[in-house]
């Protein structure tokens, strides 16, 4: 008998799966032109040694009690029960709660998950700290745009207009002549889309722009930034310096009398004192195309001529979230838009900003008439939160102020955390650091599906089924498709999804009508599904009841074209469709940010030097992007992901110049270091980066050789052992995880052998 074939979705694509001879068996949806690879990491995921099989608790934790413990991330497990494991967790909830009240939980937990929309692992967390104890600290915004979510509001309008319903794909394809882009529009970073997406369609729409004549220009440190199809010029660029290269090319374009002075007069505020700062007027420094060469490394000359060939073409200009995960991030997403208004091109056909164009499968789409709805969070009765990426401030500093959208707040004092659904351990800076802000901790409750670090540093771990081994809802508001992920495989061990474990919680809590609303996980999907057929229906759209959607698999959803609305509607009549801003217009200078009065981020963009600078010890850039073979950390032991590292290793990227200096060759493991720790990787060479600067993907499951040293060595290549954990300004405070500053040498004598796929001690009883 042949198995049945079900439908799923991930966030890098739609699929069907069937398990045959033992063997999982991943087909990628019928109508994606372009799927994306990492659909194979699924391949050996089900049942891989790394999964976690039962519920464990730490030895330190069981045998000490809650508190701070420097043994957390090497310490044993010990295997217990799921009575046991939920008698310890809701008991020690209720503990906390009762001497310290829920502002001393923080529930934030910040990740990707999966992509189905009830299993939403964050969503969960959230839902059961407020209907058990009425609320916890939460965390806002995202490692994603940490910058461009808090600045975008004030400058033009809610991130989600400029990027999610940005200009579209289909729009460039069809209009725009050039198409300037600062970190580029790769294609690893599109083949993915928080929700799923079930066409990738970005390789398809850059060929047919390129084939009409579309020029692309990528400026980007790394060659690879930019898609082979569109055929584009590279400039590659010092890291972090994108915003001096735009203040050359504004000053190029004032001198020449080539801006749209009428745009930026009738839609925009402040170009004038943009301009007094790019003529020197305020200190005496011109800004001019010979100023920014000296810092962005590209020749005068050449940001000259850029300037004028963009004058009087349909022009696109794209900043990369990557751009705004580094110190002052704020400003290259700031001057992206001041551009693309100098040339006067936002809110006409395929011209314009496009922030974040390509830099997830969301962007560049079009939205669909219904979507489909989240699951209810509750009401969260505490006020206080942090910038997402400030976690470790937070444990380390409770008391403590800082500054964040013109606020000074205080870091509260945390004794317990939530973890359900991410991996803080991939997605912060400095780890060693990170290792002991959550040593601080009474407890740290994880569930996880498999021993990631995260896992390995908490004191209770609940093993989460994947989403293969139930049932969900996928659908991003941009994909065309809404699918029926049904289960694959039987949960692996005794893993159970976060929404059981939350209700088994909830009723040992006393809450769990609250909590599920006398709901089995299938009756919220129907549910669910429901409120989006109402909607439907209001609208006149036909789709089918819940049981025939679940046995069709998927069904498609009607879109609606609205790329690039805000700004177009604003072009149309500036009065009537004001945008979101204090003056209706954007804003080139913005008196609410320069009455913040933080001098890490002024009331008009600038460039301000990173503290980040290569030296004699550390003369190298390191660019830690996202990795090619996998989501963030997502089945880092998936086949794909191990398939593409070199004895196990990350492989990282090197300038032929700075690898013959160094006496390295291809396949040669390095030793990349700084003050904060090593990363042990292994070497590409290629004249595809620029000199002076190693990348190392971001997603090889942190290993560390020494886990409780001050500067330890991952001997799989976590670049976060790397990276600086500080705010990018004082405005919004995001994760500056992209650039930091490194030396590189050979490893002498045998590399360390990878251990981050081999479970920890466990003990049983
Ligand atoms: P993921 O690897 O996606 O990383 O950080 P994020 O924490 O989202 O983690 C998701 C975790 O959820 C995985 O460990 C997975 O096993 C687990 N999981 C999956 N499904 C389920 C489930 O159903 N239930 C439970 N309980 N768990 C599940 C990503 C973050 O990293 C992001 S968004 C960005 S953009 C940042 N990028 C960078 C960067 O460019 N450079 C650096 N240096 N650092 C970064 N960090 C950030």
Redesign the pocket.
């Known amino acids: 008998m042949t198995a049945k074939s079900t439908t799923h979705s991930s966030h890098w694509g739609a699929f069907t799966a069937v398990v045959q001879d033992d063997k999982l068996v991943i087909t990628p949806f019928a109508g994606d032109p372009d799927p994306s690879p990492i659909l194979k990491n699924f391949e050996n995921a089900l049942n891989h040694k790394v999964r976690i099989a039962t519920p464990m608790v730490r030895r330190g934790w069981l045998e000490n009690g809650p508190g701070p413990d420097e043994r957390r991330g090497s310490d044993e497990y010990i295997a217990i029960s799921w009575e046991e494991a939920y008698a310890l967790a809701a008991g020690e909830l209720s503990r906390v709660a009762r001497a310290h009240g829920p502002a001393a939980v923080f529930g934030g937990s910040?990740?990707?998950?999966?992509a189905g929309r009830f299993?939403h692992?964050q969503s969960q967390v959230h839902r059961f700290l407020n209907t058990t104890l009425g609320g916890y600290v939460r965390s806002v915004n995202?490692?994603?745009s940490g910058a461009a979510s808090v600045i975008l509001p004030h400058i033009v309008g809610d991130m989600n207009e400029i990027a999610r319903r940005g200009v579209s794909w289909e729009e460039i394809s069809e209009h725009t002549e050039l198409l300037l882009s600062f970190g580029g529009l790769a294609l690893k970073n599109s083949q993915v889309a928080s929700g799923g997406l079930s066409e990738h369609t970005e390789r398809g729409f850059i060929h047919k722009a390129a084939q009409r004549g579309t020029k692309f220009i990528s400026v980007s440190p790394l060659q690879s930034d930019m898609p082979d199809e569109a055929d584009a010029e590279w400039l590659p660029i010092r890291p972090g310096t994108d915003a001096a290269l735009i203040l050359g090319l504004l000053s190029v374009l004032k001198a020449n009398a080539l801006t749209d002075e009428d745009f930026l007069a009738r839609y925009c505020v402040g170009w004038d004192k943009l301009v007094a700062y790019l003529q020197g007027k305020e200190d005496g420094l011109v800004r001019d195309a010979s100023w920014a060469a000296e810092i962005c490394g590209i020749d005068a000359e050449r940001i000259e001529k850029l300037a004028v060939e963009l004058a009087g073409k349909r022009v696109m200009v794209s900043v990369a979230?990557?751009l705004q995960?580094a110190e002052h991030g704020e400003q290259p997403v700031w001057l992206g838009l001041v551009l693309s208004a100098a040339l006067g091109q936002p809110g006409l056909p395929g011209g314009g900003y496009g922030y974040a164009l390509g830099a997830l499968g969301h962007y560049g789409k079009h939205h669909n008439r219904v979507s489909f709805p989240a699951l209810p969070q509750g009401k969260n009765g505490v006020k206080d939160f942090i910038p997402v990426a400030r976690i470790a401030d937070m444990l380390l500093n409770p008391g403590q102020e800082f500054r964040y959208n013109g606020q000074t707040l205080r870091y509260p004092e945390i004794k317990l955390a939530w973890w359900?659904?991410?991996?803080?351990f991939?997605?912060?800076?400095s780890l060693a650091r990170l290792r002991q802000a959550f040593n601080q901790l009474d407890t740290l409750i994880v569930?996880?599906?498999?021993w990631?670090a995260?896992a390995r540093h908490a004191d209770i771990v609940l093993p989460?089924?994947?989403?293969l081994e139930r049932e969900d809802v996928g659908g991003a508001p941009t994909d065309r498709h809404l699918i029926a992920m049904q289960p694959v495989a039987r949960p692996f061990g005794e893993a159970k999804?976060?929404y059981s474990i939350f209700a088994e919680l909830a009723k040992r809590l006393g809450r769990e009508e609250a909590f599920t609303e006398g709901r089995t996980a299938r009756q919220w999907l129907e549910h669910l599904y429901q409120q989006m057929q109402e909607k439907c229906e209001q609208q006149h759209i036909s789709v089918p009841d819940f049981s025939t959607f679940w046995e069709i698999g998927q069904i498609p959803l009607p879109q609606l074209k609205d790329g690039g609305r805000l700004l177009r509607n604003l072009r149309l009549d500036p009065d009537k469709h004001p945008l979101p801003t204090p003056s209706g217009k954007i804003e080139i200078f913005s008196q609410t940010i320069a009455d913040f009065n933080d001098a890490d981020c002024p009331g008009h963009p600038v460039w301000l030097e990173p503290t980040q600078k290569p030296d004699d010890e550390h003369p190298l850039f390191l660019i830690?992007?996202?990795p090619a073979t996998k989501?963030?950390?997502?089945l880092d032991y998936g086949h794909h992901s191990v398939s593409l590292k070199r004895d196990g290793r990350e492989v990282c990227l090197m300038h032929p110049q700075d690898a013959r200096v160094r006496g390295i060759q291809v396949g040669d493991t390095v030793a990349i270091s700084n003050v904060r720790g090593t990363a042990l990787a292994s070497v590409d060479i290629s004249e595809g980066i620029r000199p002076g600067v190693v990348q190392l993907p971001?997603?090889a499951w942190y290993d560390p050789v020494d886990p409780q040293a001050a500067r330890p060595t991952c001997r799989h290549g976590n670049?976060?052992v790397l990276?600086l954990d500080v705010g990018t300004s004082s405005l919004a405070q995001g994760?500056c995880?992209?650039i930091t500053t490194v030396n590189v040498a050979r490893y002498q004598g045998t590399a360390p052998a990878v251990k981050a796929f081999e479970p920890p001690v466990i003990l049983t009883r």
């Open positions: 910040y990740g990707w998950s999966s299993h692992a995202s490692y994603s979230h990557a995960r359900a659904g991410g991996n803080p991939h997605h912060h800076q569930h996880e599906i498999a990631t995260t989460a089924t994947m989403t999804d976060d830690a992007n996202q989501l963030h950390s997502q971001t997603g670049p976060n990276t994760c995880g992209q």
